[in-house]
């Protein structure tokens, strides 16, 4: 199956500062989510974007499905951004998404 | 409020008893999926039901038992289960079908005595 790789899994901000979260995958997919899970471990959707780029207020991602990577942007971070960000992918004819490991942000005043 | 609703938010049993988690979503969707979300393993997908059918089952032991009585309502009925199936229950519902956007609910915290 698709392997799906996230970097850097820990990940600690001052309020204020940007950031930029990987997400690698091992074979072509149609299909590539986005996820955070707050604290309180509600999992959000953020995007769907198998491939180009989105942006939703300070939160921006890019799917280059050619070189098998995304990138989630972080801009302007708030301590209401911490938890765990998912990278989920799923390939043609698959019947499920693979998630990643996630990258753990905390974000501190 | 994510439009996918589950209870109970935490369930607490022994290896013997009977328990049943429930899902509605409110989003007019026509799939949902129960996943387990293990410490420190990624999110696993359990079951799959399309328009109420159930399309995909990941291997699950017989003692998880999923029941989709119409397209808003997933059940996931529990019996005999082990420690090890002490976990977070987290369902998700999407328009048709897996290449849409997943909505989860807030999650079953279960423990097993």
């Known amino acids: 199956g698709i392997q799906v790789e996230q970097s850097p899994p820990d990940l600690i901000l001052q309020e204020g500062a940007n950031s930029t979260l990987r997400c690698n995958f091992s074979?072509?997919?149609?299909?590539l989510q986005w996820f955070h899970q707050n604290p309180w471990g509600q999992l959000i959707n953020l995007f769907y974007?198998?491939?180009g780029t989105k942006q939703n207020g300070r939160l921006s991602a890019t799917t280059v499905a050619t070189e098998r990577y995304s990138l989630l942007y972080i801009s302007s971070s708030q301590t209401t951004d911490s938890g765990v960000y998912f990278c989920?992918?799923?390939?043609?004819?698959?019947?499920?998404?693979?998630f990643g490991k996630g990258t753990k942000l905390s974000v501190i005043p | 409020e994510t439009g996918v609703t589950q209870t109970p938010r935490h369930l607490v049993m022994g290896m013997t008893n009977k328990k049943s988690l429930k899902c509605e979503q409110h989003?007019?969707?026509?799939?949902m999926y129960w996943y387990k979300q293990s410490a420190k393993k990624p999110l696993e997908l359990m079951f799959v039901?399309?328009?109420?059918?159930?399309?995909e089952n990941n291997s699950v032991p017989s003692r998880f038992s999923p029941e989709c009585p119409n397209s808003s309502h997933l059940f996931l009925h529990l019996h005999t289960l082990q420690p090890e199936d002490s976990a977070l229950y987290l369902c998700?519902?999407?328009?048709?079908?897996?290449?849409?956007?997943?909505?989860f609910g807030d999650g079953t915290r279960l423990s097993i005595l």
């Open positions: 998700a519902s999407s328009q048709d079908d897996i290449n849409q956007p997943q909505h």
């Open positions: 074979d072509s997919v149609n299909n």
């Open positions: 974007i198998p491939s």
């Open positions: 989920a992918v799923g390939g043609a004819g698959s019947y499920q998404l693979t």
């Open positions: 989003l007019g969707h026509n799939a």
């Open positions: 039901y399309n328009f109420k059918e159930q399309t």
